[in-house]
């Protein structure tokens, strides 16, 4: 029987909480064969890998596979750069150790320094919290692939914490039919 299953394989709970897992690809063929092992980002930077290794999953058909194949794509999640795409966009997860209500600041810089996008919430409870963006730049336009930054700075009156982190946007990978095929 062939399918292909995505699962999240839990590694690890840090210290303040926040559980670390990975996701995971099987891909298993109609016929019997041997397994193959696709790994990418085990250093944090390897952008061209995942695109790569979801290239190959896109165009991939389980019912013309003989063997299985098991994919993980970020092997190094605390180092890799927070990814995003045009449908979903990408979201920004931090924990705050106050007791007191803060001010959280998001900006985004393009690599040049530039930069494309700010946000100001108010955040009100301590503990992990998420901040959702869309992707799109200041002016409501979609960015081009390439790496980003940004700055998350929460302000509570009495203290300021700042983080700061890469993010990487990658074109969607199509599946080339078989008609398209040379």
Do not use: C
Request: glycine letters at 8%; aromatic letters at 8%.
């Amino acid at each position: 029987m062939h399918e292909l299953r995505a699962v999240r394989v839990e590694l690890v709970e840090l210290a303040d909480g926040t559980r670390i897992s990975l996701p995971a690809l099987f891909v298993n063929g109609a016929a019997a064969g041997p397994r193959l092992y696709l790994g990418a980002a085990i250093h944090g930077d390897e952008v061209n890998g995942v695109a790569i290794v979801a290239r190959v999953l896109a165009q991939l058909d389980p019912a013309r596979l003989a063997g299985s194949i098991v994919a993980v794509l970020v092997q190094n999640p605390l180092a890799f750069p927070n990814p995003f795409n045009d449908e979903r966009g990408t979201v920004f997860s931090f924990y705050l150790e106050t007791d007191r209500p803060s001010k959280v600041l998001l900006r985004v810089y393009a690599i040049s320094g530039r930069m494309i996008y700010e946000r100001v919430t108010d955040v009100a409870a301590a503990g992990y919290q998420q901040l959702a963006w869309n992707g799109l730049d200041a002016e409501g336009r979609a960015l081009a692939n390439g790496v980003y930054f940004y700055r998350l700075t929460a302000e509570n009156g009495g203290s300021t914490s700042r983080y700061e982190g890469r993010l990487v946007k990658l074109r969607k990978p199509t599946h080339i039919s078989d008609e398209q095929s040379p």
